[in-house]
């Protein structure tokens, strides 16, 4: 880890939840004494809001909310449950164009107005703005009623296919438009809004978490590059690396990164996660790094008898299952169908049947472990970075 970071101002435009990404990343500036900020989101509590407070980590208060709430969407839309009314449902376009329309010019009204905050708070020093919004899904009950229908279930009467709904009304003009304004819009935002601190700040690093996929290894030590089958936020990833291709290319220290898989609170969104997460431990082994007491706390969680390497080698059931690698072609969003909704659960099942308590996943503690390692290594890779683009997963990870 490079020297200390005092004097320096780091903005983490979204809210920083507890045991994410952002969490880890903040937790190791704070330790190199740097000054934290971060925006308070309209669902932070106040018990959070006093536990960022005693980490000193300074919060800006705001409404500010990307995407369609529950109440905002159609009624229509609000009861659809099956596939068919899904798939057919014909939107209305003047209503839903209004209030998407409505949304993106109150965030836009509301982050003018964050980021004249933040310059008073600042001095008008800003070193670094860390966009934490890239993954992208708005927690909504409709958002999440529909990746549920795509990953969450086997039954053919109640399974969507990707593609079919990819194609679909639904798709193309509620939910890409929704992901599109919380992973892309809101990143571009802070260009368009933010510009007086940045035109202040020209050597400021303007950096949006996400994900893409990252390395795996397989029982030879082989790696390939694999992504989650119906990450959908795939979809809007595209936008985001274009927008920081254009902003760069206008001398913006503009980056996106690929993070590691870890666990994620919008676990419908992101099935098969833990499969990712589980084949960290296998690198991190083979690497050569110190991990038993890591061991010691998964093997902890199972059931006796079972080992790690089993855990390890279930994983790679999925991983590695025909109907898995035969849609790893590097297009987003990656198209589920009923095949890979089945290995899907029937290899969470099994991970989930191995441990003592269903609600204490080896996962868990195999993320905390990655996302510390992450933290550790993250805020050193961008000032001499050349590129739009930075993976950071741990097979990089290992090899620095």
Known sequence: MAGNLRGQNIFFFGLIREDGFADYIAANLLRRGATVYCLAAPELTEEREAELALRKIHVIKTPLWYGLKDDEYPEAF????KPEDILHYAVDDDFIDTVFAENEKAAANEVRKIFIELGIKTKGKVDGIIHIMAGG??????MMMLTKGMLGTADPAKFIPMQRFVESDV?????????????ATSYEHIFTHGNAVLAANP???IIALGYNGEHIMDTNHQYSFASYPGYLVGYAKKHLLEIADRYRAKSYKATVVNLMGAETASTNAFAGIENFVVNSFRQMDQAGHEISALKQQCEALLKPGITMEQVVANADQYLYAPAIQGIQDGSFPLLTSL????VTLQVSEQFQDFHIDRKKLVAYEISRFVKTLMAEHFWDQFDENTSSTLLLDVKQLMEQ
């Open 78 to 81: 609000k009861s659809l449950k």
């Open 137 to 142: 899904i708005p927690r909504t009950r409709g």
């Open 203 to 205: 050597r400021c690093n």
């Open 171 to 183: 798709f193309q003009k509620i939910v890409a438009r929704n992901i599109n304004l919380v992973t």
């Open 339 to 342: 095949a890979t909704a089945e």
